[in-house]
């Protein structure tokens, strides 16, 4: 199915938002996730089951003031 | 200051983005004696940037204030507290909730319904706000323990530009910790907030975008000490006219 994933179309093999993580190659564990504008801990990303269109934000620490 | 049951010592917080390089933010940190430093969350690239940016930023033992930079709705800032919280271990969270695009002056309205949210789940806010009293008082009732009033625009250098409203504000909440946050350009600029009984000064692209940020941190450690100094030995009030410091009696005749 195809969802997007920080503003760019992907199309994904798995259902589970962790899976997906892993599919598209977010193997740092300095990420935080959410899913159509919502947050979804790291705790519950294994139970979280994606449907095509779905947005996913995936973001990490970064320079800021 | 004590902040949220935190005592800091050196009340200089320090923004984290434009340096350079890692290396001289590191530098900055470190000559600046300061304790906190401000953080962001951006989308991750592919190479994993932002796990070593992290470990560097971990290295310098700084705590950690996370912001919701670029945040122009509740929904939005709301979200981004919590990615943080998680992301950072950390219930400390700088509330930014923009409200026009150019002048970056928060969304006060969003700002407050944002802060009540956040801090019945558990959040500890430090609102970026505008000097305004009655938006402080509304921040409180929300469960904020601090504020953040802008001294100028986000990244403007232009200094205080309405210190009678950050005098005002002292006055009103006296026992409340009072950051500036945002539109410090010079040492002379922190200084002067601190003079005004402002408890600690939080800044960014005056210290990164100097020629010599890690002199320039330095340097505005010193006028932030400085000023806290001034502030606390209560200086004199101005006079109109001049008031000879010699004294007078005692003045010889010599014509």
């Known amino acids: 199915m195809q969802i997007t994933v920080n503003a760019q179309t992907h199309e994904i093999s798995t259902e589970t938002l962790d899976a997906a993580l892993a599919e598209l190659g977010f193997t740092s564990p300095a990420i935080a996730t959410a899913l159509n504008g919502q947050f979804v801990p790291a705790s519950a990303r294994e139970a979280t089951v994606l449907t095509a269109g779905d947005r996913l934000e995936v973001l990490a620490p970064m320079q800021g003031g | ?255």
Request: with cysteine; net charge negative; aromatic share 6%.
């Open chain 2, 1 to 255: 200051m004590r902040i949220y049951d935190t005592d800091i010592s050196v009340p200089m917080f320090l923004g984290t983005a434009q340096y350079p390089s890692p290396a001289i933010l590191q530098q900055a940190i470190r000559a600046s004696g300061c304790e906190v430093v401000t953080v962001s969350l951006r989308r991750e690239t592919s190479d994993g940037t932002g796990a070593g940016f992290w470990d560097m930023l971990r290295e310098t033992g700084a705590r950690i204030l996370p912001n919701t930079a670029g945040c122009h709705s509740v929904q939005e800032a709301v979200t981004t507290a919590h990615m943080a919280r998680e992301l950072f271990a950390t219930d400390w969270i700088k509330l930014e909730v923009i409200g026009h695009a150019d002048t970056l002056q928060p969304d006060v309205f969003a700002l407050v319904e944002a802060a009540r949210i956040l801090t019945a789940d558990g959040f500890k806010v430090f609102p970026y706000t505008t000097d305004d009293l009655i938006v402080g008082e509304k921040l409180l009732e929300a469960g904020c323990q601090v504020l953040m009033p802008w001294g100028a625009p986000i990244g403007s250098g232009q200094g205080l530009r309405t210190p009678d409203a950050l005098r005002a504000m002292r006055a009103h909440f006296p026992g409340v910790p009072l950051i500036v946050d945002a539109g410090i350009g010079r040492p002379s600029d922190a200084a002067q907030a601190m003079e005004l009984g402002m408890d600690a000064i939080l800044l960014n692209t005056a210290v990164a975008k100097a020629g010599d940020p890690a002199g320039m941190a330095r340097a505005m450690a010193l006028a932030i000490e400085a000023g806290r100094m001034g502030f606390a030995a209560d200086p004199i009030d101005r006079r109109d006219m001049a008031v000879p410091s010699t004294p007078v009696l005692g003045l010889a005749e010599l014509l």
